[in-house]
C-alpha cells in the first residue's frame, strides 16, 4: 500500500466496501496485569513509576541460584477470573520456559504456561449495539512480565529497566470468533470490565496493566483461515479499531495484487494511522517450551475453588439482565449502568431513594455523568450523594419542578452539596406552576396578545403553537408545567 493512499481518512462507508467479498476474522490475546503488592515468583514491588531497576531482586535478575516461589494471590486472581468466565480451573497445571532472547529477559527465557494452562475454556458474553455476542477463550494462563528496554533518553545506546521483570500477567486467548473491529473493540471493553470488576487488575492502559494483541486475518467466505498478523501492544480502544480497520484493508489490497502475506507481529503508529511490520511470527516450536525444573506442579484443591467462589461478586453481565427484570431497563441502559460496581451501586441506591428507576437511568447517564466528565471526578467521588440525587428526581417525578429546573439545582447541589433541596427550590423561584386555574388565566393572556400566531396556528402552521408555548414558559419565567400548559393550549384553540 503506498503513502498517499494508506494515510487517507477513510469513513466507514470505504471501509465497508472495500471487504465486500472478504469475511474478517479476529482473535484476541490479553495481557493482565495482577493486582498483586509483588511479583509472580518473588517479592520485589510491582508498583508503577519507581526509578528504574530499583524494584528487582536476585530472582527477577536471574542472578545464580535464585530460585523462583509461587505467589499465591497471583493463582488467586487466575481462579477468580475462571468462574468469572465460566472455565474449567485445572486441578494440577505446569510452568514451562518460553525461551527467547531478548535484552530485557535476564533469564533468556519467560516463565510461563503452555500444556496445561491454569484456566481453560470459557467465554465472554457482551452486546454490540443491542444484538448478543459471545467469544470463546481458549485459555488464560499465568506468566511473568519481561522488563522494558529504553530508547529515548540515549543516543546511540539502549536502556534496560528491569522493574517489569517477574510482574505478574494472565495472558487470556480467545477463538478467532470476533468479524469487525466493532466486535473486537466491544469484545475488549467487556473483557477490561469485567477484569477490573472482580478486581484481579487494575485495567489501566496508559501504563500496560491491560495490553491487548490482536491476530487478523482474512478470506473469502467458507475458505480455510487466512495468514494472520498480530498487532501487539494495543493500549487504546480508539487505537485498537484503527489498527485493526487499517491492517483490513491493507491484507486485502493485498490479496486483491495478487502478493502474499507473510505471518508477521506488526505495531500500529497512531500518527500515520498505519500497521508496520517488526519481525516474523513465531510459532510454538520456536520457542523451545519445556516444563520448569525449579517449579514443581501448582495444585489447586476444590475447596479453595469453592471459597473463592463464595466472595465472588454479582457480576457485570447478571447484574444487567436483573436491571431489565427488576427495574425494566432497556438493554442499552442496564449495560451502560453496569460499566463499573461504582455506578451500578450508585444506581441502584438513588432507585432506592426515589422509586424511579428509569428517570434515575436517564440522570445518572446524562446530566449526572455530564457533571462528573467536565470535573473529570470519578462517580465514587460525586459530591452530589445518591440520597441528594433521589430527592432531585422525585420533585422531577411528582412535577414540584420541570426537568430544566433540576438541572439548575444539581449544579446548585454539586457547588454546594450541603444544601436543603427545598430551600434551593423557593429561593431560586423553581416551584413548577400545576394549578390549572393559573395556567388558564396565563393561556388567555397569551392568546388575547398573539391573534396572529392564532390564526397562523389554525391555518394549520405548527411553529405558531410553539411559538405560543414559548412565550407562555418566557412569561412564567419557566415556571409553567409545560406538559399541562400545552394540553390547555390546544383545548383552547380546538
Known amino acids: 500500500m503506498n503513502n498517499s493512499k494508506s494515510k487517507e481518512h477513510k469513513t466507514t462507508c470505504e471501509v465497508t466496501s472495500l471487504i465486500q467479498g472478504y469475511e474478517v476474522v479476529i482473535g484476541f490475546e490479553t495481557h493482565a496485569q495482577l493486582l498483586t503488592k509483588s511479583k509472580i515468583f518473588s517479592r520485589a514491588s510491582t508498583q508503577f513509576g519507581a526509578a528504574p531497576n530499583t524494584q528487582a531482586c536476585a530472582v527477577d535478575l536471574a542472578l545464580p541460584g535464585a530460585l523462583p516461589v509461587m505467589n499465591i494471590k497471583a493463582v488467586e486472581c487466575a481462579i477468580r477470573l475462571g468462574l468469572a468466565l465460566g472455565s474449567y480451573i485445572s486441578a494440577k497445571s505446569i510452568f514451562a520456559r518460553k525461551n527467547y532472547f531478548y535484552p530485557d529477559l535476564p533469564k533468556g527465557y519467560q516463565i510461563s504456561q503452555f500444556e496445561i494452562p491454569v484456566v481453560q475454556g470459557g467465554e465472554v458474553q457482551f452486546f454490540l449495539g443491542e444484538q448478543p455476542k459471545k467469544v470463546r477463550l481458549v485459555r488464560a494462563h499465568l506468566e511473568e512480565d519481561a522488563g522494558k528496554s529504553l530508547h529515548e533518553d540515549f543516543v546511540g545506546l539502549s536502556g534496560i529497566d528491569l522493574n517489569r521483570a517477574g510482574t505478574p500477567l494472565l495472558e487470556i486467548v480467545t477463538e478467532p470468533d470476533m468479524r469487525s473491529s466493532q466486535e473486537a473493540v466491544a469484545y475488549a471493553k467487556e473483557l477490561h470490565k469485567i477484569v477490573t470488576w472482580i478486581q484481579v487488575c487494575d485495567g489501566n492502559m496508559q501504563e500496560g496493566s491491560f495490553r491487548c494483541d490482536a491476530n487478523v486475518s482474512v478470506r473469502k467466505p467458507g475458505q480455510p483461515l487466512g495468514t494472520r498478523r498480530e498487532i501487539k501492544n494495543l493500549n487504546s480502544f480508539k487505537f485498537m479499531q484503527q489498527a485493526i480497520d487499517y491492517e483490513v484493508l491493507w491484507q486485502i489490497e493485498q490479496l486483491e495484487d495478487n502478493k502474499e502475506i507473510q505471518q508477521a507481529t506488526v505495531l500500529f503508529d497512531p500518527e500515520t494511522g498505519e500497521t508496520r511490520s517488526m519481525r516474523t511470527k513465531e510459532d510454538a516450536a520456536d520457542y523451545r517450551y519445556f516444563p520448569d525444573p525449579d517449579l514443581p506442579p501448582l495444585e489447586i484443591s476444590a475447596d479453595w475453588i469453592e471459597q473463592i467462589r463464595a466472595s465472588m461478586p454479582e457480576l457485570p453481565r447478571s447484574m444487567a439482565e436483573r436491571f431489565i427484570k427488576e427495574y425494566a431497563l432497556p438493554i442499552y441502559d442496564a449495560s451502560t449502568l453496569t460499566q463499573s460496581p461504582q455506578m451500578a451501586a450508585f444506581f441502584e441506591e438513588t432507585v432506592r431513594h426515589c422509586g424511579q428507576p428509569k428517570l434515575t437511568s436517564n440522570w445518572v447517564m ?66 413548577q406552576v400545576n394549578d390549572i386555574g393559573a395556567l388558564e388565566k396565563l393561556i388567555d393572556s397569551i392568546i388575547a396578545a398573539n391573534p396572529d400566531n392564532v390564526t397562523q396556528f389554525k391555518a394549520g402552521k405548527e411553529k405558531a403553537f410553539n411559538s405560543l408555548i414559548g412565550q407562555a414558559m418566557k412569561a412564567s419565567k419557566g415556571q409553567a408545567n409545560p406538559q399541562q400548559l400545552t394540553e390547555l393550549l390546544k383545548k383552547k384553540l380546538q
Not at 446530566?367 to 441528594?388: D, F, G, M, T, Y
Not at 417525578?397 to 423557593?426: R, Y
Open 366 to 431: 446524562g446530566e449526572l455523568s455530564r457533571k462528573l466528565n467536565e470535573e473529570s471526578v470519578q462517580i465514587e467521588a460525586c459530591p452530589v450523594s445518591a440520597l441528594q440525587l433521589g430527592a432531585l428526581i422525585s420533585r422531577v417525578a411528582n412535577a414540584d419542578i420541570s426537568n430544566s429546573s433540576a438541572k439548575t439545582l444539581l449544579d446548585a447541589l454539586w457547588s454546594d452539596p450541603s444544601a436543603d433541596i427545598d430551600a434551593l427550590i423557593q429561593s431560586k423561584g423553581l416551584k
